[in-house]
């Protein structure tokens, strides 16, 4: 059956408004003719002995696990998990840990590009989309949520752009048997600087990171910054989003694409 991949990842790229600027990833770039010099040297011969004078292009970056389209891990969120689930709940899961049947699954895209920038969405929200697009939620689905935030990215204005997912909109899709989401926004949960004004005007501290904080009640995996969500449909395609296994880590960077079998 022919198939097509959609590539719904951003590149991790210097340079641009991709994070905040104390967050922001650098990349030394080295070129061919850069490392020449010590490959000669290590080989005692002359460096235009090797071919054109050149050796390895070579990269080094200095990045964070949630620096470029990356997926992030219950720890990430709380030290624990599944509050509601068992008595206690239990240690927070790892990026190492996500169970990879969860990462090739069924996608489905909430369009919520329509929301003013800082509105957090609600279960009716999630409700009022899946009744537009015909769409009933199934457990495991891979729900990701296109927002004004994806045509923003590495402008100045990305980390304060798009919508956000609210405490109880994240667990009216996990409840559901939901356990990867995905958004193009900075963040699952609406940008920083409207909950900073939520907070001063109504005192609620549990208003901070409400999306995210869902999982100490039900575990989940959630990617940031995907990109090109708006060559998506609503649904009919599978979304694959491995996650690079770092050692106990809060999140690790995927490559995350759609897949139609057409």
Same mark, same amino acid.
């Not at 959630?222 to 106990?248: R, S, W």
């Given at each position: 059956?022919?198939?097509?991949?959609?590539?719904?990842?951003?590149?991790?790229?210097?340079?641009?408004?991709?994070?905040?600027?104390?967050?922001?990833?650098?990349?030394?770039?080295?070129?061919?003719?850069?490392?020449?010099?010590?490959?000669?040297?290590?080989?005692?011969?002359?460096?235009?002995q090797l071919p054109n004078g050149e050796y390895a292009a070579v990269?080094?970056?200095?990045?964070?696990?949630?620096?470029?389209?990356?997926?992030?891990?219950?720890?990430?969120?709380?030290?624990?998990?599944?509050?509601?689930?068992?008595?206690?709940?239990?240690?927070?899961?790892?990026?190492?840990?996500?169970?990879?049947?969860?990462?090739?699954?069924p996608g489905v895209k909430l369009d919520f590009r329509h929301l003013?920038h800082g509105y957090v969405a609600t279960p009716g929200d999630v409700?009022?989309?899946?009744?537009?697009?015909?769409?009933?939620?199934?457990?495991?689905?891979?729900?990701?949520?296109?927002?004004?935030? /994806?045509? #923003?990215? !590495?402008? %100045?204005?990305?980390?304060?752009?798009?919508?956000?997912? @609210?405490?109880? &909109?994240? $667990?009216?899709?996990?409840?559901?048997?939901?356990?990867?989401?995905?958004?193009?926004?900075?963040?699952?949960?609406?940008?920083?600087?409207?909950?900073?004004?939520?907070?001063?005007?109504?005192?609620?501290?549990?208003?901070?990171?409400? /999306?995210? #904080?869902? !999982?100490? %009640?039900?575990?989940?995996?959630?990617?940031?910054?995907? @990109?090109?969500? &708006?060559? $998506?449909?609503?649904?009919?395609?599978?979304?694959?989003?491995?996650?690079?296994?770092?050692?106990?880590?809060?999140?690790?960077?995927?490559?995350?694409?759609?897949?139609?079998?057409?």
């Open positions: 059956m022919p198939r097509r991949i959609v590539d719904i990842s951003n590149p991790l790229k210097a340079g641009i408004k991709s994070d905040p600027p104390h967050m922001l990833p650098k990349i030394d770039y080295m070129t061919h003719q850069q490392t020449a010099p010590q490959m000669a040297e290590y080989m005692g011969i002359r460096v235009d990269e080094r970056v200095e990045i964070s696990t949630h620096n470029g389209t990356h997926m992030d891990a219950p720890y990430h969120f709380f030290s624990r998990m599944n509050e509601a689930l068992k008595p206690g709940g239990e240690p927070s899961a790892t990026i190492d840990e996500v169970p990879l049947d969860w990462c090739f699954q003013p409700e009022a989309e899946l009744k537009r697009i015909g769409h009933e939620l199934r457990p495991l689905e891979i729900v990701v949520v296109n927002t004004a935030a /994806g045509a #923003r990215y !590495g402008q %100045d204005d990305f980390v304060d752009s798009g919508c956000g997912m @609210g405490r109880a &909109a994240t $667990l009216w899709l996990l409840e559901r048997g939901v356990r990867v989401v995905g958004t193009d926004g900075w963040s699952w949960d609406a940008p920083f600087s409207f909950t900073q004004k939520r907070v001063k005007e109504t005192g609620d501290v549990s208003l901070i990171w409400e /999306g995210h #904080r869902a !999982g100490r %009640d039900i575990g989940y995996y959630q990617m940031e910054k995907l @990109g090109n969500l &708006a060559a $998506l449909p609503p649904d009919g395609f599978d979304i694959v989003c491995f996650p690079v296994k770092i050692h106990k880590a809060s999140a690790g960077w995927t490559r995350a694409v759609a897949i139609f079998n057409e």
